[in-house]
């Protein structure tokens, strides 16, 4: 499902950005931690509180969500990586054990369609990056 850079890239970023629908429509976007597992390959979202965040609610209503990773590791030359997966999640709890941080849920996406940009090819020149974008 993800390349070998893909998944390099995922274990090297701290954060992503989950997009969920809230129930009258909107769009609500939100800084997360997650962490790429294996065993479901899935990524899993992780947060403070997250079974009480109002992110984790929406998916009642909606179950299709978007979540991006992307960072800008050169301005010279301007170099930019991201990483965009589209899915279905699910929030799931007793999955996480608790810590002072953490609660014991988890917000799963199971991907349908992954957008790599930059997360390979570092031997050509950043004009001529073309995005890997595929159904899974």
Known sequence: MFTEAELAYLDAQPLGRLATRQPNGTLQVNPVGFRYNPDEKT???????????????????????????????????WRVRCLEIRGRAEGLTGVNLPDNHFDDAVIRIRPSRILAFGVEDWDREPLDLVANIRDV
């Open 43 to 77: 990524i899993d979202v992780t947060g403070h509180n997250l079974r009480g965040s109002k992110k984790f609610r929406n998916l009642t209503a909606d179950d299709h969500v978007a979540f991006v990773v992307d960072d800008l590791p050169s301005t010279n030359p």
